[in-house]
């Protein structure tokens, strides 16, 4: 906490003088940041980050979420929604249970359909481009956010073809960018324990940095709040802060709150809201080259979502409706929140909110 100028946490002081610098913190700013007990001081540093880049706004986007299967190869014991093909509540939607899905919302001004799903063994890759080409013939103006890194490297496999390849097949598709989903924590000590199969994190960064040398954007993320230590969340920060200087095509970084029920893990207590909004603060102090922080308010719900306003993000997400990875691991957020309520949220948070596209360009009201 802040009084005349003074921190509760002394150590706080000198990152103070390097933010007012602009100067770029290191490894062990980042750890004195998640070490401090001075949640409110961390917040007032985010937030002077925060609103030198975007002032009083404050995001939110008219979308749609779209989990076509949770059959997945991978079986990562954080995860309660991928499933294989032959286990009970797995399952893979037809083309023509897509589109209808689309058609059922043919009448909201929907601008960006975000399409993520489990590591499927045998559909086709065929099938992801005639998804993509179908919704397009439904919604040409819609933007296509689909398919994680951990699944384009997939879908390069099972294509026979290079990612480079396989992104401007999707791109020729309809494909508009990459969300962020599958980083985890980038530390080999987590994915050896947690999550061997998956994609590495030196692959995830290769996928993401082609994609945005194709023009296509990407999100980032970083699962918190199950066996990862300090320095492994700091060093995952980094990481992606140098992959960003590399190639420049991360628009979000999104902090992901693990939820334990119904996974290998469901003996951890999940994360608090302390730990939830130090993480949103800490990450807008350290990607000093990350343009947008969303705070994914699905995973920490909507009343922490409007605080973190006020602790370094700039992006609540936005309407949703119908998302599963979350709520098969214990969510209890709603399913959707409508435009009225999200304006509701922004304003009374003291914020100006205003309606994006993928890209960040406002949609007139």
């Known amino acids: 906490m802040t009084i005349n100028g003074c921190f509760a946490d002394p150590k706080l002081a000198p990152i103070y003088e390097k933010v007012i610098r602009r100067e770029r913190l290191d490894r062990d700013d980042g750890l004195t940041l998640y070490r401090s007990r001075d949640l409110l001081g961390v917040g007032y540093l985010a937030d002077l980050v925060r609103r030198r880049l975007h002032g009083n706004k404050a995001y939110y986007i008219y979308n749609q979420h779209l989990n076509y299967s949770n059959v997945c190869v991978n079986g990562c014991k954080f995860c309660a929604f991928g499933k294989k093909a032959d286990e009970p509540g797995a399952y893979e939607m037809t083309l023509e249970e897509i589109m209808a899905r689309i058609r059922e919302r043919l009448h909201e001004p929907i601008s960006e359909i975000h399409i993520v799903g489990g590591l499927h063994p045998d559909l086709p890759f065929s099938y992801y481009l005639d998804m993509l080409r179908g919704i397009k013939a439904l919604r040409p103006g819609v933007h296509l956010q689909a398919f994680t890194a951990v699944e384009i490297a997939h879908l390069a496999d099972i294509a026979g073809l290079s990612v480079a390849k396989t992104l401007s097949a999707l791109k020729e598709a309809g494909l508009g960018s990459l969300p962020g989903g599958g980083a985890e924590v980038f530390s080999p000590r987590i994915r ?72 290998q893990l469901a003996e951890l207590s999940g994360t608090t809201g302390f730990d939830d909004l130090k993480n949103l603060a800490v990450a807008r102090l350290m990607l000093d080259n990350f343009p947008h922080i969303k705070a994914f308010w699905i995973m920490i719900g909507p009343k922490l979502a409007q605080l973190s306003l006020s602790f370094g993000a700039d992006d609540i997400d936005g309407t949703v409706i119908e998302e599963r990875i979350t709520h098969m691991a214990g969510a209890q957020t709603p399913q959707g929140l409508s435009r009225a309520q999200l304006l509701h949220m922004i304003r009374e948070a003291g914020c100006e909110p205003v309606e994006r596209d993928t890209l960040y360009n406002a949609i007139p009201s």
């Not at 990407?218 to 920060?237: K, Q």
């Open 192 to 263: 050896g324990e947690l999550c061997p199969k998956k994609l590495s994190p030196s692959g995830w960064l290769a996928v993401c940095q082609t994609a945005h040398r194709l023009g296509l954007n990407t999100n980032a993320t970083m699962l918190y709040g199950h066996l990862e230590t300090l320095e492994e969340r700091v060093d995952h920060l980094i990481r992606l802060r140098e992959a960003q200087d590399e190639t420049g095509g991360f628009l979000t970084f999104i902090p992901l709150a693990f939820h334990p029920e119904n996974t």
